[in-house]
C-alpha cells in the first residue's frame, strides 16, 4: 500500500519516507542537478526566469460560472 503524504509539510527537514518515496526520481534527478550545475550557472538560470517572469503579460484567470 502506498502511502500518501504531503511532502512539502512532512520532509521539511527531510524525506521521511527514503526509499519508498514517491518522488525518488525527482529528488535523485535535483541532487545530480545540484552536484552537476556551478553555481554561478544555477544564478544565471535564476535571472533569465525571473527576466521572462517580469516580461510577459499578465494572465488573467476568470471564475467558472456558478
Request: proline residues 9%.
Amino acid at each position: 500500500m502506498e502511502q500518501k503524504i504531503d511532502c512539502a509539510q512532512a520532509c521539511i527537514n527531510g524525506c521521511v519516507l527514503g526509499d519508498k518515496c514517491p518522488n525518488i526520481e525527482f529528488r535523485e534527478a535535483a541532487t545530480k542537478f545540484i552536484e552537476d550545475t556551478p553555481l554561478d550557472k544555477m544564478l544565471e538560470l535564476a535571472e533569465e526566469r525571473l527576466r521572462k517572469k517580469v516580461t510577459e503579460p499578465p494572465k488573467w484567470v476568470f471564475p467558472e460560472d456558478p
